[in-house]
């Protein structure tokens, strides 16, 4: 009998925990299910106590699951051994597998949650090659959020595509983008997600435990290579991506605007400014794929929108609007 995939996510943290070894395991699926279901990432540092961080508060685990917010020495504190082993089953016993991944610092287990990897840099022909000596691990919880875009569709109506989500980390990006490619694809947009890290399908040997709709999902592909693919050979309306922003990307995603095709991706930024200041933002705005900036709050209310601003020619510079910035090579932008 078939599994639901539905069904698969119901209890995002308990998928999370079950990435690491067994004595951590057992001990994270004890914590109470209240802090559960706000955690946000739960942190394993060499010689140090487990933590579990809401967002607002940082949770310390004692025996038994038991939980506190003081910091002491007296806490039982996670092993080198534990450190490694939980690295090992994070990367399903294959780290040659997750190799490209690792030069990024990161892995993704199934069920898209986001394993931060620190430790020794190891160097070959003068490039990062590898991590080793892993002191800590920060799993980054992945949850599906039913209606997490319904405030975007309601305020941008139609005009969906040309999008470029901004905000902090666990700001709640990825959570709209999943929440956008199911609701769009239902709707009967032919989407086609780029999942390059594996976070927006969380795909597991092939099968996206996500629910993505009826959205195509290149899951793997770098997202210039991909989108590239998309335009090409799945005929999209709509491509859906998380932090593009490259050279390459930004060349994709000229020739998908040249092919008709919208786009809606995200990028790290907490304010307009910042989105100045970055290179990647700026050449995303001077692609011309982009007609609206949506601003997320930060990790304390992850998912709300902060504010909505459109984006013009930055030729038209007076057009009678009352306009956020100045031209800075990238068109004006102006509050929705």
């Known amino acids: 009998m078939e599994t639901n995939f539905l069904d698969l996510h119901q209890r995002p943290f ?17 914590i109470p299910e209240s802090v559960k279901e706000k955690a946000q990432e739960i942190r394993l540092r060499a010689n140090r106590p487990v933590a579990v961080y809401t967002g607002k508060e940082t949770y310390f685990v004692k025996e038994q699951g038991r939980l506190t917010q003081r910091f002491d020495r007296t806490l039982p504190i996670v092993s080198s051994q534990e450190i490694l082993d939980s690295f090992h089953h994070c990367c399903s016993y294959s780290v040659y597998s997750h190799q490209h991944e690792i030069r990024q610092g990161f892995v993704t287990m199934a069920g ?8 020794t840099a190891v ?7 590898g991590i080793r000596d892993i ?12 209606g997490a875009a319904d405030e975007l569709l309601r305020e941008l109506d139609k005009e969906i ?7 902090p980390p666990s700001s709640g990006k990825t959570t709209i983008l999943r929440d956008l490619a199911r609701q769009l694809s239902i709707k009967g947009k032919k989407v086609v997600v780029i999942d390059e890290r594996g976070e927006l399908g969380g795909a597991f040997q092939g099968i996206c435990q996500n629910d ?3 959205s195509d999902v290149l899951t793997g592909f770098p997202k210039g290579e991909g989108i590239l693919q998309a335009v090409r050979c799945l005929s999209p309306e709509l491509i859906i991506c998380d932090e593009a922003g490259s050279r390459q990307e930004a060349a994709a995603i000229e020739e998908g605007l040249n092919a008709g095709v919208g786009l809606i991706t995200t ?15 700026m050449q995303l705005l001077q692609s011309g794929a982009f007609y609206r900036i949506v601003l997320l709050e930060g990790r304390s209310a992850p998912g709300t929108v902060q504010g909505i601003y459109e984006v013009g020619d930055p030729n038209d510079k007076n057009d009678g609007m009352s306009h956020d910035r100045a031209d800075r090579g990238g068109g004006w932008i102006s509050a929705i």
Do not use: K, M, P, W
């Open 161 to 167: 595509s040309g999008l470029l989500i901004a905000g």
């Open 123 to 129: 160097y070959e022909e003068n490039r990062v090659s």
């Open 112 to 119: 898209g949650h986001r394993v931060g990897v620190c430790g």
């Open 267 to 281: 990028l790290h930024a907490g304010s307009l400014e910042e989105i100045y200041r970055r290179s990647q933002g």
């Open 212 to 214: 993505l709709g009826l």
């Open 14 to 30: 308990d998928s999370a925990a079950q990435g690491l070894c067994g004595s951590l395991r057992t001990i994270l699926f004890q």
């Open 135 to 146: 002191s800590s691990l920060n799993i980054r919880i992945a949850r599906e959020v039913y």
